[in-house]
Structures are given as C-alpha cells and as structure tokens.
C-alpha cells in the first residue's frame, strides 16, 4: 500500500522566525495538500548554543498569522509527538547506539586536541578536513576498557569508503556524491545531544514523513541522510530541494541586504496575503502566467513539477506591487480593521474608535490603498487627514522648479481677490450646513456650489480652498477630506487659516 503523503517543516528557535520558514512551509502544505496528505510542524532545539528564548513561539505565530496551519505540532501534539526534538533526547541515543550494534556506527574517543591537530596536519598538506577513521578499528576490549574508564565519547557513522551516494530528487534530478569524500558525520554528541542529522533523520522516519521538501542549502547534508536510512534499514523519503532566496547579488538572502523577519513583514503592513503570494511566485509559475493568486487556489492547483529553480531574487518592490493588488482587492472593513493599529502607532487614533472615527478610517483606506504599497505606508500617507494645525510651506533654494510653482500658487491662491472670496464663500455654507456629519455627495456639492456662485475657473476657487484646507499643493481631494474631518474640524481649520494669512 501506498503510504499517506507526510511533509514537515522543522525549524530551529534561533531567532526572529525566517521569511524562508514560510516559504518553504508553503510549498510543503501544497504538496500534502493536492496529495491528501498532511503537513506537520516540528521544532528542531537540540542546538542549546543558537537556542533564543521565545523564538519557538514567534515561529508559531507567524506561520498561524500567515495562516500556514499545521494537523500536528508542538503546541498541539499529535499520534507521533512529542514534536519538540528536545523532549526526544532519550530516542535519539538509544538510536545511535542501535547502529554501533549493527555494526554501522562506533564509538569515537579522539580528543578535540587530537582532532586539532589532524586538522592543522590536513591543512599543511592541503588535503581536505575530515575524521580519518581512528576509533574505527578499535577492538571490542578496547572499547569497553575506555567506556568502563568513562572516557567521553562520541558515536559516528560509519561511511562507506567506495562508491557513490545519490540523490534522486524530484526537481533536480541524481545529484551524486563520491562517499570517499564524505566524512564519518558525528551522530551523538559528547554530552549525549544528537546532531541535527541524526534527529532530523530519526524524527522524520518515526513521524512517517514521505516527502523532505526543504531549501537548497541542505543538499550537502542529503547523502548523510540516505546513508543514515541505509544504515538503519529504513525506506527512504523522497528528498524535494527548493531554490534558495536570494539577495540581488545572488548571495543567500541575509539579515544585512534583506529584511529576513517574519515579525518585520507583519509589523510594517504586508497583509499575509501578499507576502505568500510574493513567496509563491518566488518558486512557482502558474500555467496561465497568474500573479495575483490566494493560498487556498495555490495549494487547490499546486504541481511540484512546475517549480522552477532560477534562484528567485527578493525584490521588496514586486512584494510591495504584489501588496497593493491584495489590499485592494480585500473587504473594506477587513483591511480597515488591520489598518487600525498602524494609525494608532502614528498617535492619529487612540484605543477605542467612536463612529465618526471608524467612518473617517475606512475612507481614507479606501483612498489610500489604490496607490500604497502597505498598510503603514497608509497611515503614513494620511497626516493630512488628522493634521489641523499647518502652515504653508516656505519657498527654499533647493527646491526643485516644479515643487516651487506648486508652493506659489498656493500663495498666489490666497492672496488673489477671487480666492478671498472663495474661501469666505465656502465658510459660510460650511457654518450653514446642519450637521457635523457631511456626507460625501454634500461633501462634493458644497464645493461645486461655491464654484458656480464664485463663477471662476476651478483653480481659481479650489487651490486657494486647497491652500487652507490643507496647505499642501497636491494630495486629497477636498470633498473626501472635507467628509472625513466633518464640518467642526473644516470651519476650525478655515478660520485658523484665514487668521494666519489674513483672509
Ligand atoms: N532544522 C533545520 C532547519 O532549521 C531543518 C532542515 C530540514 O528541513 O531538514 O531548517
């Protein structure tokens, strides 16, 4: 019988949670997805040196943010758990002990001076690092002399010394490698911790995983893993190596050239939706040359074989692209909901909304959005909207020509008789509009009103209206602005306006 398809994420709480987490675990639950299969989460600690606190559960609640839900995992067990390697470490000894039986692993005694020097002697002779099999022709005497002394010890695999290991994998095809140049790989530590191969090797055959898919970078340890089944006798997973992410230079994608975080994507406004999406296509085209794609038509549609291996670049500027087409398409409501703690980050709304307030947000989202690239950049963009005290901008040297003109015609705009008069105008029928609420199509009309009565040219009447409304030369249109701030807060800024620069 075929066996039920099993894939696995197994990251390692070392920091802040790596964008390459999600993209990877992305690809993982497509595969289990269209195959019926299941997708589990386990924690990979036994590296106690690179352990950080805290970071296992910022993994958890970034792949839930991202919605990347796993059937079986640490924070909610499972038939095969624990899913924490760290409450494994009894497992993982009796294991390694189980293949010095067999006759495939053995104790190692050298000291780590005896290994420093073999490694300074390989390096006078230019010959390539690695264990030269010491201890592994000890006798039997030998070592249960040592073990009874109590000499510290670790256990190695014993690697063949002839032939070639290969990796039949799914995208890449054999990758072969001479065993001869493969050292004899540590799988218990001195102090009884595994190692990553053997934990990663012995967990993922214990907890049934059928498909590895995991990043490119892990190739080099592959053959130890096949060599490890072998040595157990256990069917191998079929091994799925994903293209890295790259820096523009092509280089690994790194903290310095990237923002690698999880928690920085989500704290500077990318909506889950555009971040998978931008690390779908990273890796994966669809047929009919689709972008703009959800997670759930990803993993209905997704074929491993359609994955390409172009080392996909990271460019924050096809993500921002990408995350504007997702925050536009979104509910209204649902975007201005996640908005909310941005503008409260700028002080322009506090912890509870009153309903002019929340009426306001959603119209400036909705505005916004055409053209940001994320929901901070929203709220950045929005100081004109809760802004009331300004003052036109001064003229300087180093401002550009256009930048210049747009300055004096707001000037211009306010000393001019007609645009006087306009704003005078539209004072008026503001303080005669009955309610602090104006409406939109109010909104428009009171405006177009005083342009008829004023019976001028429009920039005649809206730049100098622009001018003390929002003392910027260009950005919101008025009627939206003047709906948003409500009437109070339109008079209030007329008249400190027109106090200012004598209107
Ligand atoms: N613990 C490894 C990591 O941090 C797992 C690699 C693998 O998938 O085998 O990514």
């Known amino acids: ?53 805290g970071s296992e559960q910022m993994i958890f609640d970034s792949l839930n943010w991202l919605g990347l839900n796993w059937a079986e995992g640490p924070d909610i067990g499972g038939p095969v758990g624990p899913y924490r390697q760290s409450e ?163 280089t690994k994608i790194s903290k310095r050239k990237n923002p690698v975080s999880l928690n920085w994507y989500r704290d500077n406004g990318y909506l889950k939706e555009g971040l998978l999406n931008f690390l779908g296509l990273m890796a994966y085209s669809f047929k009919d040359g689709k972008e703009i794609f959800s997670l759930q038509e990803f993993k209905d549609t997704f074929n491993i074989d359609n994955v390409s291996l172009g080392g996909p670049v990271f460019d924050l500027v096809k993500l921002g692209w990408i995350n504007n087409q997702h925050m536009r398409m979104k509910d209204l409501k649902e975007l201005t909901d996640l908005a909310v703690p941005f ?34 950049e929203i709220a950045e963009e929005s100081e004109v909207y809760f802004k009331d005290e300004y003052t036109l901008p001064e003229i300087t040297e180093e401002m550009d020509k256009k930048e210049r003109k747009g300055i004096e015609r707001l000037y211009n705009g306010i000393q001019d008789e007609t645009g006087k008069k306009s704003i005078r105008l539209f004072l008026e029928k503001m303080e005669a509009f009955p309610t602090e609420d104006i409406p939109l199509e109010d909104a428009k009309k009171l405006l177009t009103d005083t342009l008829e009565e004023i019976g001028e040219g429009p920039g005649k009447v809206y730049m100098p209206l622009r001018a003390v409304l929002t003392g910027l030369p260009r950005g919101a249109d008025l009627y939206n602005l003047i709906s948003i701030i409500g009437k109070e807060r339109t008079i209030g800024r007329l008249k400190r306006m027109m106090a200012l620069y004598n209107i």
């Open 88 to 250: 494994r470490f009894g497992i993982y000894g009796d294991y390694a002990r189980m293949l010095v039986e067999k006759g495939e692993a053995y104790y190692c005694f050298c000291t780590p001076e005896r290994l420093d020097n073999l490694r300074e002697r390989q390096k006078a002779m230019k010959k390539a690092p690695g264990y030269d099999g010491h201890c592994r022709s000890l006798t039997k005497e030998e070592i249960e002399a040592k073990l009874a002394a109590g000499e510290p010890y670790v256990i190695r695999l014993k690697m063949p010394y002839e032939g070639e290991t290969v990796i039949h994998d799914r995208l890449r095809g054999d990758i072969v490698f001479e065993n001869s140049k493969i050292d004899d790989q540590v799988l218990l530590k001195a102090d009884g911790f595994p190692t990553y191969h053997l934990a990663n090797v012995v967990d993922d055959h214990l907890m049934g995983i059928t498909h590895v898919i995991r990043a490119e970078e892990w190739i080099s340890s592959t053959p130890k893993h096949i060599q490890l089944y072998k040595a157990f006798g256990w069917e191998q997973p079929e091994f799925i190596h994903m293209p890295l992410l790259r820096n523009s230079d092509r």
């Open 1 to 53: 019988m075929e066996r039920k398809v099993r894939t696995r994420v197994a990251p390692s709480p070392t920091g802040d949670p790596h964008v390459g987490t999600a993209y990877i675990a992305m690809f993982n639950i497509a595969f289990a997805h269209v195959n019926n299969g299941e997708f589990i989460l386990r924690i990979e600690d036994t590296d106690q040196n690179r352990y950080t606190e």
């Open 343 to 376: 503008f409260r980050e700028k002080g322009f709304v506090g912890e509870t909304l009153t309903e002019h307030e929340r009426y306001a947000l959603e119209r400036i989202v909705e505005i916004l959005r055409e053209h940001a690239h994320t929901l901070k």
